[in-house]
């Protein structure tokens, strides 16, 4: 009974949906207020029907009912019950829907926290969203139906994918796709600005908090998927340019140019039609990503089973709401006017060249994801762009946006003055440039390209830290200085702190990749290999059982200067039903280094307990890369709770209200 | 013209190619085998195991090796388009029995030893062609995958065209649809049959 309901619950949802699509952006046209007045009751109706189809998949899941196809193709009786839950999202039907509950969320909290914006807008961005949803549920009843019965059902279930069956990997899709899907709130806002034709200062604050509460969500999911393919693949890699890596990357980066881009509309009323294409442009490619992802026409290891039927639906989703809302930007987009003027030296010109940085480097990640797409369409053969390409591409074009972070929050607004700008910084610069480019020595040997990634690191987190006092100091009006600091805006800490993050990102990948050690050495029982100046000493492996595996475990002692350390575990686990090998790498963690030990093959494959491959890594500041992403999130969460946007909100109110009247 | 409209250009473009990709499989690498002569082998047959098979048997017929396994999700979808197939006279089509024990992840081959594993072989593979229909006009057992290796297997199923003078002149990945058949496999044959 309960798939039953949730189909029924989805096919009301869409009906909804189309209704919530449709209403509310007519009535905002019409000025029909009831029309209007009906986006947030409906809104909050899609969500619960989605909440029920979700909870029903869910408990079919929980009750082990493999009479549904989708639940015997991805769980198992013998998956332990948080896999279970997990395993919802584990694959292509289940994880659409997961899309769409997060979208109906995003929507839910706009139309909670939306009291002080005119109804008419809350209406039109409602309604946009309504039609996003509508075409996702549309997709999911028509070519991905995750309730479709398997009769008569089967035995045991076929077990979710051993690749995903981690702690990491259970929050990783919800994370990433709150990213993706939080975009549709900044786009939905894009959208209603240009139908309105109010693309104003109002409109980038109101869309502000929602695309860096979006940003973050990004920023957590990316890290953890990276993480956990730094721990779980074996490779001890942190990144690999995957075409669906990649296809989430690119939201990040467009999504990191609206948060600033949205930061200049706000204060000074410029770039205007720029931000309105840019929050068009990072929900295309958070919906262009789903479409490399799960319709075959690129090879990853992330991708779905697919369907070319799949393909074509969300091709034509794609043409259908990326089309429509550039056509409406074309057509809108010439009326608006330019905004505050600024000079060419200004914070104005620095936050646009990060932005068209940002803006390039997005596109050389699309254009080296789709390479080979595009050699293939034309018949010029077969290729793959892999790391070297992104690397050589990439970082050249970091180097000033890294650069532009500790220059622009000095610069003011309109004209600034590179005579004053040096004057201020020269001081930071230089203790830069020493710290930064004498550190590679104490790793034992000097490196450019790591130097000049320190130096860039340490310019940062100079340049932040001297921005916070000069701002203390001129805001301190005769207070005393411990005081003035707590008085900062939370924005401006949230700021920094993310700035910061991108500089201790910065230490991890530089660090790393100059003086990463790795042996791949044969080792039997009693043999030591010496990595990094740790002493890894073998000691044979030996089976265990797991719930739903047999696992060969390996004793690796962990040794520095004769005293042993710890002992590792790694360990290589075959699953019941998939009888697919998994390895499981022990690492230990430390804040300077991580040792890492996988274990690859055993040298003679009938005795397991005899010599094995093993892998031994040495990853100097490697934990430094997410923590850095932590930092930047944190940064944005800080951000989020600025006392402005609260304070906004109860002054807002009536001024839009009369605002809204006016017009009416 | 209105600069505006330069993202909506862009858009189409990109729309233009990943319709294109649509139709095109990634998966479908070009065989540097094409135009060479069919790797030679001798394998035992499946339906009778004490006769063996080698391609040279085949000359001057134009025939087709198809990839297979039990094992082989696949294989399965693409099964019932080789039985209909196999009822146009103009095809000959000989199987290629890949790695059927120890290419089943669920089977540790090790254990069984060769004889052991050969003899599992021959039961599933012609319990499989019993169940599903044997469109074959004999199938060759590749145990341990060495032919698959001369022919650059790497994804079961696939197929090879093999003209007369034992020249391979066209490789298929992945199952053969009616589509690739008709549009495909047929025309070609057709035309080396002249």
């Not at chain 1, 905002?28 to 029920?52: E, G």
């Not at chain 1, 939306?114 to 075409?135: I, K, N």
């Not at chain 1, 390409?389 to 650069?403: C, G, N, Q, T």
């Not at chain 2, 012609?126 to 001369?150: C, F, K, M, Q, T």
Request: aromatic residues 10%; hydrophobic residues 50%.
């Amino acid at each position: 009974m309960l798939p039953e309901l949730g189909q029924f619950a989805l096919i009301v949802a869409f009906c909804v949906a189309v209704v919530q699509g449709v209403l509310p952006l007519v009535g905002a046209h019409r000025r029909q207020l009831r029309w209007i007045a009906l986006a947030r009751p409906a809104a909050s109706a899609l969500t619960l029907l989605i909440a029920v189809a979700f909870g029903c998949l869910t408990a079919s899941f929980v009750q082990n009912d493999f009479s549904v196809l989708y639940v015997a193709q991805h769980s198992n009786s013998l998956l332990p019950l948080p896999y279970r839950v997990a395993a919802v999202w584990g694959g292509h039907e289940g994880s659409l829907l997961l899309w769409v509950m997060m979208l109906a969320l995003w929507m839910l909290a706009v139309a909670a926290f939306s009291r002080q914006l005119p109804d008419a807008m809350v209406a039109r961005v409602l309604g946009v969203l309504g039609l996003v949803t509508a075409g996702f549920l549309l997709f999911i009843l028509v070519t991905s139906n995750p309730f479709d019965r398997l009769l008569p059902g089967a035995e045991e279930g076929r077990d979710l994918n051993p690749l995903l069956q981690d702690p990491g990997l259970v929050i990783h899709p919800p994370m990433l796709y709150m990213g993706y899907v939080g975009f549709s709130v900044a786009y939905a806002f894009a959208v209603s600005a240009l139908l309105s034709g109010q693309l104003d200062a109002a409109w980038a604050r109101w869309s502000r908090p929602w695309t860096t509460a979006a940003w973050v969500f990004l920023t957590f999911g990316i890290a953890l998927g990276s993480w956990w393919a730094y721990y779980e693949l074996g490779w001890g890699g942190w990144w690999f340019w995957d075409p669906v890596e990649n296809a989430s990357f690119m939201p990040w980066l467009l999504g990191t140019a609206l948060v600033h881009s949205l930061a200049v509309t706000e204060k000074r009323g410029s770039f205007k039609n720029w931000t309105v294409l840019l929050a068009i442009s990072a929900f295309s490619l958070s919906l262009l990503g789903t479409f490399l992802v799960r319709s075959g026409v690129l090879t990853s290891v992330h991708a779905f089973a697919t369907d070319p039927r799949r393909g074509i639906f969300i091709l034509a989703f794609l043409v259908v709401v990326i089309g429509s809302s550039l056509v409406l930007f074309a057509w809108r987009a010439p009326k608006v006017g330019l905004g505050g003027r600024f000079g060419l030296v200004s914070r104005e010109s620095f936050l646009l060249t990060n932005n068209v940085l940002l803006v390039v480097a997005c596109a050389s990640v699309l254009l080296g994801t789709l390479y080979p797409l595009v050699i293939d369409a034309l018949g010029l053969g077969k290729l793959s762009v892999g790391p070297p390409y992104f690397d050589s591409v990439f970082a050249p074009l970091m180097i000033p946006v890294l650069f532009l972070i500790g220059v622009a929050p000095f610069a003011r607004w309109k004209n600034a003055s590179i005579a004053e700008l040096s004057r201020t910084l020269r001081w930071a610069f230089v203790s830069a440039a020493i710290v930064g480019g004498a550190a590679p020595l104490l790793m034992g040997e000097w490196k450019p390209l790591v130097a000049l990634s320190l130096v860039l690191a340490v310019w940062i987190v100079a340049t932040a830290g001297l921005n916070f006092v000069v701002r203390v100091q001129s805001t301190r009006a005769g207070r005393p200085f411990m005081a003035a600091c707590r008085q900062q805006p939370r924005s401006f800490l949230g700021m920094h702190l993310a700035h910061i993050g991108v500089a201790v990102f910065v230490v991890g990948v530089a660090l790393v990749s100059g003086y990463q050690a790795e042996k791949d050495v044969r080792m039997d029982i009693g043999d030591t290999v010496e990595v990094g100046g740790y002493t890894f000493r073998f000691g044979g492996v030996r089976t265990e059982e797991g719930p739903n595996y047999t696992a060969l475990v390996g004793d690796v002692e962990l040794q520095r200067s004769g005293r042993v350390l710890r002992v590792l575990h790694p360990e290589k686990r075959s699953y019941v039903s998939s009888a697919m090998p998994m390895t499981e790498a022990a690492i230990d963690t430390g804040f300077l280094r991580d040792v890492y030990v996988s274990l690859g093959e055993p040298i003679d494959r009938a005795r397991p307990d005899g010599p094995w491959a093993v892998r031994v890594y040495h990853k100097p500041f490697v934990d430094w890369i997410w923590g850095g992403c932590v930092l930047m999130a944190l940064g944005g969460i800080l951000a989020l709770s600025d006392r402005r946007y609260r304070l906004a909100a109860r002054a807002a109110a009536p001024v839009a209200g009369v605002a809204d009247q006016a017009k009416a | 013209m209105n600069r505006f409209l330069w993202p909506l250009v862009g858009f189409v473009a990109l729309v233009i190619l990943l319709a294109v990709g649509l139709g095109l499989n990634p998966r479908d690498v070009p065989s540097p085998l094409v135009g060479k002569p069919a790797p030679v082998f001798t394998l035992a047959r499946v339906d009778a195991p004490e006769k063996s098979f080698s391609p040279q048997e085949m000359r001057g017929k134009v025939w087709l090796l198809n990839v297979w396994a039990s094992w082989c999700v696949s294989c399965r979808q693409e099964h019932p388009v080789l039985v209909e197939m196999a009822k146009n006279p103009a095809i000959t089509l000989i199987g290629l029995n890949y790695k059927e024990v120890s290419g089943d992840g669920a089977i540790d081959a090790d254990k069984l030893g060769e004889e052991g594993e050969r003899r599992l072989a021959l039961q599933r593979a012609n319990a499989w062609l019993r169940e599903h229909g044997n469109p074959y006009a004999l199938s060759a057992l590749d145990l341990n995958g060495r032919v698959g290796i001369d022919y650059g297997v790497y994804g079961v199923p696939e197929t090879y065209v093999i003209d007369k003078s034992g020249l391979i002149r066209m490789k298929h990945t992945g199952p053969i649809t009616p589509d690739v058949f008709s549009g495909k496999i047929l025309p070609l044959i057709a035309e080396l049959n002249k």
